[in-house]
């Protein structure tokens, strides 16, 4: 075993991927100081909206909206659960995770669906995206945490790209499904009565694929809360942090009330979004 090990060289991966890292941190930290204030502004500016407002009045905003998204069944359970994270002590850190899910999520949206539509259209782009995306979506978050803690230090920052990384390929892969089932004839049809391709994409391809398009917000949303706990574990607060306090201590009540603020604030982000999605769906019908 031991002659085996020495015919094969070894490579130091390691050492070179410590190298590549700390030349990008010297490199480009003019770049990188800037993102972090850019970030730490965003996501605080929304905590601060989230908690300028007394927290029942707060309550009550959420569940008005829940309920003109998604139905008076989800306006109930938002106002009852949100009320149900305030009995627990969790209304702070529910605002701050809400914040950070809704700026990822964003960001992850923003990028996202333009490179979906780029692949749909572009079979190499397609082909180049997909190793891309199965890396993404199977890496171990902590692996390119690391990195990224490095480069902005320990915060929300990181914990925010590490979120959009780790939340954005759904929403690349099911822009790009929805785009590419749309019928060839209807965008055949498109072009023959002299639509450009911008507004054959804009007025035919993106409405016929939303639904596609609004199970990737979905996924989105969900894969950017699924990331509370690891968010945590680098310092930015939020629900995660009763569950990594509580694991540390070895504190079961206090982990589990922590992931009972994470499973409330899931279920609302979960049915917000698809009765959104159904609603569109309904007003399609209509129209």
């Known amino acids: 075993m031991l ?27 003019w ?38 998204l998604a139905g008076w069944r989800v306006g109930l359970f938002t106002l009852v659960g949100l009320v149900f ?16 899910v809704l700026v990822a999520a964003a960001i992850a949206l923003a990028i996202g669906i333009p490179i979906g539509i780029v ?47 780790f ?7 099911l822009t790009m499904l929805g785009i590419q089932q749309v019928p060839k004839e209807t965008v055949e049809a498109a072009h023959a009565f002299g639509s450009t391709p ?11 694929s939303v639904r596609s398009i609004m199970a990737g917000v979905n996924q989105v949303i969900m894969l ?7 968010a945590a574990l680098v310092g930015a607060g939020g629900l995660g942090e009763p569950v990594v306090t509580g694991l540390g201590a070895l504190d079961t009540g206090g982990a589990f009330v922590g992931g009972i603020g994470i499973v409330i604030l899931a279920i609302i982000l979960d049915r917000v979004t698809r009765g959104l999605e159904r609603g569109r769906g309904t007003a399609k019908k209509m129209a």
């Open 224 to 230: 950017s809360l699924s990331m509370v706990v690891i």
């Open 119 to 165: 692949a749909a259209k572009s079979k190499g782009v397609e082909a180049f995206m997909r190793p891309v995306l199965d890396i993404a979506q199977t890496m171990p978050a902590f692996v390119y945490l690391v990195p990224i803690v490095a480069l902005l230090g320990i915060d929300e920052p990181p914990a925010l790209i590490a979120t959009v990384i």
């Open 198 to 208: 911008w507004q054959t994409l804009f007025k035919v391809e993106l409405p016929l």
């Open 85 to 100: 994270v305030i009995s627990l002590d969790l209304w702070i850190p529910a605002m701050e995770t809400l914040a950070l």
């Open 3 to 29: 002659a085996q090990e020495q015919l094969i060289p070894q490579i130091p991966l390691a050492d070179w991927t410590n190298t590549a890292v700390e030349w990008i941190t010297e490199t480009f930290e």
């Open 167 to 173: 939340a954005m390929p759904p929403a690349v892969r």
């Open 31 to 68: 770049f990188f100081t800037p993102l972090e204030d850019v970030i730490v502004a965003a996501v605080g500016t929304l905590e601060t909206v989230f908690t300028a407002l007394p927290a029942l009045l707060m309550v009550a905003l959420l569940a008005a909206i829940a309920f003109l």
